[in-house]
C-alpha cells in the first residue's frame, strides 16, 4: 500500500511505499530533503480539512493533486494542461463584450451628434 503525501515545502503531491515512511528523501519537485510522514492519510481524505486554509488564487491539479495558479496554463507538476480552453473562451467572450459595449457607445454619441446639428 502507498502512502500519499504533500511536500511540507512546495505541496507537491507525493506517492512513496509505506515501507518508506520516516526516511529522508530529496522532493522531485523541490529537491529539498523532507522525511517521508509515519501513517500519512491516504487519497482524497489527505486534502479534505486543508481546503479552508488554502490559497484561493491556487486549485489542485486534476491528475497529481499539485497546487498551481488559476491563471496556469500547465500544471507545474506534471504538465497538464489546465483549463486553457476556458480562460480562452473567457478572454474572447469579454473582448467581444467589451467591443460591443464600445460601439454602442460611438452609435449613441454619433446618434446624439445628428440629432442636435439638425435642430438648429
Known amino acids: 500500500m502507498d502512502t500519499k503525501f504533500n511536500c511540507p515545502r512546495c505541496n507537491q ?10 526516511m529522508l528523501v530529496n522532493c522531485p519537485n523541490c529537491k529539498e530533503q523532507i522525511e517521508i510522514p509515519r501513517g500519512a492519510v491516504e487519497g482524497k481524505e489527505a486534502m479534505e480539512g486543508k481546503e479552508e486554509t488554502m490559497n484561493p488564487k491556487l486549485m489542485p491539479c486534476p491528475d497529481c493533486g499539485h497546487q498551481v495558479s488559476k491563471q496556469a496554463a500547465t500544471c507545474p507538476g506534471c504538465g497538464r494542461r489546465i483549463s486553457f480552453a476556458n480562460a480562452m473562451f473567457s478572454a474572447i467572450f469579454w473582448g467581444i463584450l467589451a467591443a460591443m459595449l464600445v460601439a454602442a457607445i460611438i452609435v449613441l454619441f454619433f446618434s446624439a451628434v445628428y440629432q442636435l446639428s439638425t435642430l438648429h
Open 13 to 22: 503531491n507525493l506517492s512513496v511505499e509505506a515501507s518508506g515512511a520516516g
